[in-house]
């Protein structure tokens, strides 16, 4: 009688250890280069300077249209 060692690589993908265990981590995902990369950080402020502009606009306008600083609470 043969005893046979767990394989390392399944059909289905997953992968078994030497001790007959399925790994349960995640694949390693493959590098990605993006070749128009743009600064993140710098249009993330430009982003979240903007966004904060609208709302210092709507809470002048909910201001100037009901005279409370938040609508129905103050």
């Not at 046979?4 to 265990?21: A, F, H, M, Q």
């Not at 993330?44 to 100037?64: C, D, P, T």
């Amino acid at each position: 009688m043969t005893t046979s060692t767990p394989s390392l690589n399944r059909n289905d993908g997953s992968v078994i250890t030497e001790y007959g265990k399925q790994n349960i981590f995640a694949k390693e995902v493959p590098i990605q280069i993006e070749e128009n990369y743009t600064n993140y950080p710098e249009e993330a402020e430009k982003a979240n300077g903007r966004w904060a502009m609208v709302g210092f606009v709507a809470l002048l306008g909910a201001y100037i249209s009901t005279n409370q600083i938040i609508p129905g609470i103050f």
